[in-house]
Structures are given as C-alpha cells and as structure tokens.
C-alpha cells in the first residue's frame, strides 16, 4: 500500500523542519513548502491526501490556500493550525471545507491523532467502497468532506454507478451514523401513496388506514433519508418535500399537527435537474434546496482502472454467496470484460459476473459464460488487422476517426454505424456526444437512428 502523502505548509523554517521529523518518522511521505503560492505549485504537480497548514502567514494566508487547494483538488483533505485568537478564522475553515483544526500550542499525539483520524476515516472508505480510479478516490475524499455538515446532499450520476452506496458511505462517516439510515425509491411508488410513505398518516385519513402511522421522516429522525430517483416527484410533492426542508417539520396525511424533524436528506438522480428545472418540471426552489452540497459519481466507462478491483471483488462474493468452486476468468474472458463499455455501469458487471458463475461448467468462467451484448460489442479482431506504427498513435484520434466514417458510410444512421463498429445503439450515442460528431446538416442523430430501431 503506498504510503500517505502529506503537504506541510508553514513560513516559520523551525515548524516546518519539526512538523517533517514527526511526520516523516510516522512512514508518511512529507512534503514542505514555506508559502501557499508554494505549496500550490506542489499541488499543481502531484496530488496529496492531506494539508497541514498553518492559518497566520506573510502573503496567501491559510484559508486563501484551503480555498484554492480544494478548488485544484477537492479530493484533498485540509487541516489547518491556529492560534488562540484565530479561533473564530479556524470555525469560518470548517464551513469553507477544511477538515479540522488544531489550536497552538498542541502536542505530538494529539496532531498525529487528528491526522490518523481523517486518514483512517478515508481507509474506511475503502472498505464499503471498492474502487482504484484517482476519480473515486475524489469521490471518497469528498464523501468525508460532506459527511461533516448536516445540509441537504445530491447525489448525481448514472443509474448503476451506486448512487445509494455514496449515500450510505455519506451517513456512516457522519455523527448520525449511530441512527437510521431509510432509504425510498421515489419512483418505485404510486404517487397517492409516496406522500404517505413520506410523512405518515393518521388512522381513518383514507380508505384502508386502519391506524396511525409514521412516515419516513419521523422514522429517520436524526438520522439520514435517502431520496433515490428525485427527479419522479410530482410537482405537488416537490412543493411538500420544499415545506419539510424548509421548515423542518411535516404533517401526517389527515393530520393538523406539526412535528418537527431533524433528518438529514440525500437524494440521488441520474436526470439532468437543471434541464428539468428550465423545463418547468422541476421546482427551482426545491432544486437549489437539495443542491445545498453535491457529489458526481462518473460512469464505469470514465474510471476503467476500477474494472480490474470489481470483477475480483464480485467474483469473489458471489462465489462465496452461490458456493461454486469458479477460481477465477480465462485470460480472453478477462479482456473482454476490461475492454466492454458497461453501458449498465457498476450494477451490470455485477450482474454479469454473477450471471457467469452460476453458468459456468468449470473453475474458469470463459467467454461463453458472458452476456451475449458483452461478447457482441468486444468481437476480437484477426491477429495483425492493425499494426501500431513505432512512433505510436493517439487512441481517442483512431477511435473518432473510424467513428466519422462509420457515421459516413451509413449517412450518419446511428443503428447502422453501430452495427458496422460492432458497438451498442446507446454505446455509440455516447461517443457521439462525446466527440460532438454532428450530421453536417445538424439533422438529430436520434431521428437518424429510428428508422432502424
């Protein structure tokens, strides 16, 4: 494991040198700097998983630096170091981002518990969190950051990408952590009764409460409330979930009594609010009252270097689970699955690799184990159809470039072109976007895809 890499930053030479002995000495790799705008340029080069900054210093002061670290990185966790009468500067930190602060003079445990303890909340997160892409590691980084705070959490993201894991990790490194965790598919409910589901109701409210009943709000009192697929509220159930926040408190269905609440809400979507904000669809009001905070889980597809980890991580438990004697993935089998774009993201891996073993005839899952959109999309090519030329390529280049032609070769029909790369209709609509190919004559490329479809 490497080891953790701290950024000292400090213009007194003496506390600089003593902060490196301590801390050097405690196997973490130390870097000095004795300005902000130097350790900025540290920053710039390398990524840290911690700052010591001391508050009080000639030029860029501590929380000027937090600032800009956390805007080069929000990834990296902060500690600043203050003196008695910068209290209330060191309390401003904490809501700007900073992780924590330690008042001089402190002694050598207690800094060195502080450090372990923002680090060892980060190890933590390795535990619930399987990943090895630098992009969830910010992802993780920035978990324990809003873990802190009590304001309201959006969670957005792809569906897959393990929206509702984020808002677990987020609930278990806060204080709330020894409370409820409730967790509601706003989707997955009949409308008539999320408003139920929600805030409860009092017993002869409606045809079938035949008793008094509490909601998920009173359920999670001082805990978390995981709002899964916000996007599906009605606008009328926007507007009661706005007056919950706001006030913090609810009615019950048929009820005129007000409770109050203490939950701490996260919701999660994988629509485009803003878009819907626009369309009129979604409540502006209720949207900049989620987006207090916010996290971006990024598709499978963007932190490939996470593939490896999962595909062990879920052979493993799902072996254990079904107790089948599968060892491991042919050599063929493996690349297929590193070089697929998991449209589904996360949760289609685990399918397939759940799916593969309770197929497989073996000890090895091979190609055939595979799902047949998996096998389709990563047809391996006859050796030597391409030759890398010894000055080398540009991926993304070849990849466009074949992209275009075979966009012109079928008058830019989606379906068409898919079926020439041998991609997915949805697989080759993302790269489009991504490389912002258009028809010349900007007729949409869904249009062109429905003729097929």
Not at 86 to 106: E, V, W
């Amino acid at each position: 494991m490497p080891r953790k890499s701290i950024l000292v930053v400090d213009d007194e030479k003496s506390q600089r040198e003593i902060l490196e002995m301590i801390l050097s000495g405690e196997g973490y790799d130390v870097t000095t700097a004795s300005s902000g705008e130097a350790a900025l340029k540290f920053a710039k080069d390398r990524r840290f998983d911690l700052a010591l900054t001391d508050l009080k210093m000639m030029g860029m002061d501590g929380i000027e630096l937090l600032q800009h670290l956390l805007a080069q990185d929000s990834s990296i966790i902060v500690i600043l170091l203050t003196a008695h009468g910068s209290i209330d500067s060191a309390k401003d930190a904490l809501r700007r981002g900073a992780f924590d602060y330690l008042q001089k003079p402190y002694d050598r445990d207690t800094l060195l518990q502080t450090i372990r303890r923002a680090l060892k909340r980060l190890d933590a997160l390795d535990a619930e969190i399987v990943s090895a892409s630098p992009e969830m590691e910010a992802v993780k980084k920035m978990i324990l950051k809003v873990a802190r705070s009590s304001s309201t959490v959006l969670i957005r993201g792809e569906s897959g990408t393990g929206k509702e894991l984020i808002a677990r990790a987020i609930h278990n490194q806060s204080p709330r952590v020894t409370e409820m965790f409730q967790a509601v598919n706003c989707a997955a409910i009949n409308e008539n009764l999320l408003e139920s589901e929600l805030f409860g109701h009092e017993k002869g409210s409606f045809t079938g409460a035949h008793a008094e009943k509490k909601g998920l709000f009173e359920v999670a009192d001082r805990g978390t409330l995981f709002l899964d697929e916000i996007a599906e509220l009605d606008i009328g159930m926007q507007a009661k979930l706005l007056r919950a926040l706001q006030e913090r408190e609810i009615r019950r269905v048929g009820g005129t009594r007000p409770i109050k609440i203490d939950v701490r809400v996260v919701a999660a979507t994988n629509r485009d609010l803003r878009a819907m904000v626009a369309d009129g669809r979604f409540r502006d009001d209720l949207y900049y009252r989620i987006n207090v905070l916010s996290v971006d889980v990024p598709p499978l597809r963007e932190r490939r270097d996470d593939i490896p980890v999962l595909i062990d991580y879920f052979l493993k438990k799902h072996t254990r689970n079904t107790s089948r004697l599968v060892r491991g993935l042919t050599p063929e089998t493996r690349r297929m699955l590193l070089s697929y774009s998991w449209p589904g993201n996360v949760r289609q891996l685990e399918s397939a690799i759940e799916r593969a073993i309770l197929l497989c005839e073996g000890d090895l899952i091979t190609v055939d184990d595979l799902p047949l959109e998996v096998r389709q999309e990563t047809r391996p090519q006859s050796e030597g159809a391409f030759k890398l030329p010894p000055e080398g390529i540009s991926f993304e280049d070849v990849e466009r470039g074949l992209i275009i032609q075979a966009m012109e070769q079928t008058d830019y029909n989606i379906t068409k072109a898919a079926k020439l790369l041998g991609l997915t209709f949805r697989t080759l609509q993302y790269r489009l976007e991504k490389f912002g190919i258009k028809r010349p004559d900007s007729k949409s490329k869904e249009e062109n895809g429905k003729d097929e479809g």
